[in-house]
T-cell receptor
Framework: DSGVTQTPKHLITATGQRVTLRCSPR?????VYWYQQSLDQGLQFLIQ???????AKGNILERFSAQQFPDLHSELNLSSLELGDSALYFC????????????FGEGSRLTVL | AQSVTQLGSHVSVSEGALVLLRCNYS??????LFWYVQYPNQGLQLLLK??????LVKGINGFEAEFKKSETSFHLTKPSAHMSDAAEYFC????????????FGKGTMLLVSP
């Protein structure tokens, strides 16, 4: 158990819909990262937050957004969903000023029909 | 920009045989390097990491990796494969600035046969 909690574990929805994925980082970790894992793209970095502020942005679509709340949990919002958004979405957290080591949750599997 | 190349999307070994998973990196600054393992339907778990201390790094479950700057490589090895090692392995790179993100390779699926 990494200490990172993600909900829901599985989500099935239709094209055009909007979903929210939730992540609670390890106790004491200030940084939260979101990654998308798909068969064709592999693990793609989406976005990072540190103590409530956006710190880095990767290959995140404009239809996607995220935020980190004062209690440090984070949410990833995916809107106008397309079939190609079906993937495993991972949240990870890290210690402040750490060596880059990330602790991953078990992921949220999104299926868009 | 940083990148990682993992040679071979699938590697098959027999139980008891040597495991060698290859990783080459590209980084304009001194890197941190990582190997993660992903078992089916689970998240990624850290196997080992190189953070500029020792070039030979030992991790969990008998795995180790050697940082070779001249070859820009960080290959993962295990002397004797076990059936439970069957999983997908990811090499990743970040820089040493403290808040950088990890860039992952495409992954290598390790298959272990009896």
């Amino acid at each position: 158990d990494s200490g990172v909690t993600q909900t829901p574990k599985h989500l099935i929805t239709a094209t055009g819909q909007r979903v929210t994925l939730r992540c609670s980082p390890r106790s004491g970790d200030l940084s939260v990262y979101w990654y998308q894992q798909s068969l064709d793209q592999g693990l793609q970095f989406l976005i990072q937050y540190y103590n409530g502020e956006e710190r880095a942005k990767g290959n995140i679509l404009e239809r996607f957004s995220a935020q980190q709340f004062p209690d440090l949990h984070s949410e990833l919002n995916l809107s106008s969903l397309e079939l190609g958004d079906s993937a495993l979405y991972f949240c990870a957290s890290s210690v402040r000023g750490g060596s880059g080591e990330l602790f991953f949750g078990e992921g949220s599997r999104l299926t868009v029909l | 920009a940083q990148s990682v190349t993992q040679l071979g999307s699938h590697v098959s070994v027999s139980e008891g045989a040597l495991v060698l998973l290859r990783c080459n990196y590209s980084s304009s600054v001194p890197p941190y390097l990582f190997w993660y393992v992903q078992y089916p339907n689970q998240g990624l778990q850290l196997l080992l990491k190189y953070t500029s201390a020792a070039t030979l790094v030992k991790g969990i479950n008998g795995f180790e990796a050697e940082f070779k700057k001249s070859e820009t490589s960080f290959h993962l090895t295990k002397p004797s494969a076990h059936m439970s090692d069957a999983a997908e392995y990811f090499c990743a790179v970040s820089d040493q600035r403290g808040y950088s993100t990890l860039t992952f390779g495409k992954g290598t699926m390790l298959l272990v046969s009896p």
